[in-house]
C-alpha cells in the first residue's frame, strides 16, 4: 500500500510540474509580458519556455542574443525563425556549429541575403542547396553558385536564376 502511495503522489507531482511549465509556456508567448519577465523566463531549466520566449516577437535583441547561443539548438531555431530577430544574429546562426540549425536559416524566407551569402560557403552541399533555393539569396550569390563543386548545387542555382528571368520578363 506505501509502494502503491508513493507511486501516485511521484506520479501526481510530475504531473504538476508540467501543468506549472505549460502556463510558463503560455504567459512567455504572451505580446504583453514585460522584457524583465521575459528575462527570467529565458533563464528557466525547462526549453519549451525558453522556446516560448525565443518566438515571442516582443523579446528584446539583447535577451534574443543569449537565447541564439543557447545550448539547445531547438531555442536557436526559434531565435532563427522569430521575425524580429536582427539581421546581426542571422549571421550569428549562419556560423552555428549545429547543421539544423544553419538548415533553417538558409530556408527561412525572411533571413537577410547577406547571411545567405555566407551560408553559399557552408562546407555541407546540402546546406547550399538551401540557400540557392531561398527567394531572398542575392543574384551574385546565385551566380557565384553556378561555379559549385557539386552538381546539385550548381542546378538549383541555375534553376532560380532561370525561375527568377522567367518572373521579371527577361
Same mark, same amino acid.
Given at each position: 500500500m506505501k509502494i502503491h502511495s508513493l507511486l501516485l503522489i511521484s506520479l501526481w507531482f510530475v504531473a504538476s510540474l508540467a501543468w506549472a511549465n505549460t502556463d510558463l509556456v503560455k504567459e512567455a508567448g504572451l505580446p504583453t509580458v514585460g522584457s524583465e519577465r521575459?528575462?527570467?523566463?529565458?533563464?528557466?531549466?525547462?526549453?519549451?519556455? %525558453?522556446?516560448? &520566449?525565443?518566438?515571442?516577437?516582443?523579446? !528584446?535583441? #539583447?535577451? /534574443?542574443? =543569449? *537565447?541564439?547561443? $543557447? +545550448? @539547445?539548438?531547438?531555442?536557436?531555431?526559434?531565435?532563427?525563425?522569430?521575425?524580429?530577430?536582427?539581421?546581426?544574429?542571422?549571421?550569428?546562426?549562419?556560423?552555428?556549429?549545429?547543421?539544423?540549425? %544553419?538548415?533553417? &536559416?538558409?530556408?527561412?524566407?525572411?533571413? !537577410?541575403? #547577406?547571411? /545567405?551569402? =555566407? *551560408?553559399?560557403? $557552408? +562546407? @555541407?552541399p546540402e546546406i547550399r542547396v538551401e540557400v540557392a533555393g531561398n527567394w531572398n539569396t542575392a543574384e551574385a550569390t546565385l551566380k557565384r553558385l553556378l561555379q559549385d563543386e557539386f552538381e546539385s548545387v550548381r542546378r538549383r542555382a541555375e534553376q532560380e536564376l532561370a525561375k527568377r528571368a522567367e518572373e521579371s520578363g527577361s
Open positions: 521575459l528575462q527570467q523566463l529565458a533563464a528557466h531549466s525547462d526549453w519549451e519556455v %525558453r522556446r516560448a &520566449v525565443a518566438g515571442n516577437r516582443r523579446t !528584446p535583441v #539583447e535577451l /534574443l542574443r =543569449q *537565447l541564439a547561443t $543557447d +545550448p @539547445d539548438r531547438r531555442i536557436r531555431i526559434t531565435v532563427a525563425t522569430n521575425l524580429s530577430t536582427p539581421p546581426a544574429l542571422h549571421m550569428l546562426l549562419a556560423a552555428d556549429a549545429d547543421k539544423q540549425v %544553419r538548415s533553417v &536559416v538558409s530556408r527561412f524566407e525572411y533571413v !537577410p541575403a #547577406e547571411a /545567405l551569402d =555566407q *551560408l553559399a560557403n $557552408d +562546407p @555541407d
